[in-house]
């Protein structure tokens, strides 16, 4: 069955609960190259990314899990985690963190169910392949934003092939840890992670759709 790119957009959803058959190579590879047509600013394609399955994976979920029960200095962002706390996005994340945890039935104020279900992103949500995203240093805001459309195009050319997908902000802590693992220069940054495989549909977690905003609270239109 052939998507459009409206039921694609439709479709896709943040999945963090996945079933641990594993993605073939090839397949990987396809939706790599297809996303990699993303634009970027003057065409630098600022973006690299590891890509871990198997023994690789396992690896880095064992490293990373035993280190954050360490109180290490790296469970703070290495660069540009400084936006302020404030409305209307407080309340958005609260609405998503609610509804998010009401599914995992997990109480309010449980911190160490908080701190496991925090320890899944590190798991990738049990996906079999996973993929670190990074960037040079020295580059700016502008790549930033280059860097999500590949993220997201990955995204959507996953889900049009039936896989399933969830962008993790999470992999920028416990950096060292990663970078280590992985060999990643000291002259990038890790930007964020992704889980990659099919969803188990059995799980509460992946009832879950986030609301969206109206057009009119977002769009201005001027000269129509
Ligand atoms: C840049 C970025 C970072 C994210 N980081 C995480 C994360 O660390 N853990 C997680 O469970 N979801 C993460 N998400 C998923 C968002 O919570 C999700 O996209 C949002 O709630 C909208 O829901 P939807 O993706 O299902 O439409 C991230 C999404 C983006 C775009």
Not at 52 to 64: I, M, T
Not at 68 to 73: F, G, N, Q, S, V
Not at 172 to 182: E, I
Request: with cysteine; proline share 5%.
């Amino acid at each position: 069955m052939t998507l459009s790119v409206d039921e694609v957009l439709e479709r896709r959803r943040s999945i963090r609960a996945f079933r641990p058959d594993p993605v073939p190579r090839e397949l990987v590879e396809e939706i790599l190259r297809v996303a990699a047509r993303a634009p970027s600013g003057t065409n630098i394609q600022p973006w690299k990314l590891h890509v871990v399955a198997g023994e690789a994976r396992a690896e880095l979920e064992r490293e990373v899990l035993a280190h954050r029960e360490t109180d290490p200095h790296d469970v703070e962002a290495e660069f540009g985690r400084t936006a302020k706390r404030k409305e209307p996005y407080t309340s958005r994340m609260r609405k998503l963190g609610k509804e998010m945890y009401t599914l995992l039935g997990i109480p309010k104020g449980d911190q160490e169910a908080n701190w496991r279900q925090w320890g899944r992103n590190f798991q990738f949500f049990g996906a079999p392949v996973g993929l670190i995203l990074t960037i040079d240093k020295d580059l700016d805001a502008m790549s930033y934003l280059d860097t999500g459309m590949f993220v997201f195009a990955i995204m959507l050319a996953a889900k049009a092939r039936g896989l399933d997908t969830c962008a993790q902000g999470a992999w920028n802590n416990y950096w060292s840890v990663t970078r280590r693992v992985l060999q990643v220069p000291d002259d990038r940054y890790i930007v964020c992670g992704l889980s990659l495989g099919w969803a188990d549909e059995d799980d509460p977690v992946n009832t879950l759709v986030s609301e969206r905003e109206p057009l009119e609270s977002f769009a201005t239109f001027h000269g129509f």
